[in-house]
């Protein structure tokens, strides 16, 4: 059973960085490998601690992250071992539920992440050419619907 609980802080880091590593792996074939590389180098020391960090487990076992800022979902990942199996929605709704989430942004080359918000009732409202450091990977924004 997936049970959903703040983060420990950095101790658990580690773990959450070679979740989003097989994740990534996983899913964002488009990204370059010097980009991927750069942003995995950047987890642990920026991007964790701008966010309030969720974490999925499984039997004690670190299985996904979410995490939140503002009403905005910054960032969810699962072990890609653990792809299918509900994770990604325990997160996504604890976020909702406890952190207000209503926005979010998703690659628009992660055809299967902008499918999986669109089946959970957020709808593009917006798209931009670029991700947040200029990098050349569109982004689509997402916005919670008022029927969901």
Do not use: C, K
Not at 46 to 68: C, K, M, N, R, W
Not at 121 to 139: C, H, I, M, Q
Request: glycine share 10%.
């Amino acid at each position: 059973m997936v049970t959903v609980r703040p983060s420990i802080g950095a101790v658990e880091h580690g773990a959450l960085v070679a979740i989003w590593r097989s994740a990534v792996d996983a899913t964002h074939t488009f990204l370059a490998a010097a980009d991927r590389d750069e942003i995995e180098r950047h987890l642990a020391s920026d991007h964790f601690p701008a966010v309030v960090l969720s974490v999925a487990e499984i039997d004690g076992d670190p299985v996904g992250f979410a995490g939140t800022l503002d009403g905005n979902l910054e960032m969810l990942f699962v072990d890609a071992a653990h792809r299918g199996s509900g994770i990604g929605t325990a997160l996504l709704r604890h976020a909702i539920a406890e952190h207000g989430v209503t926005r979010l942004d998703v690659n628009e080359q992660n055809e299967q992440a902008a499918s999986f918000y669109a089946h959970r009732g957020f709808e593009v409202t917006g798209r931009s050419e670029t991700d947040d450091a200029g990098r050349p990977y569109p982004l689509l924004h997402l916005r919670l619907g008022s029927a969901s």
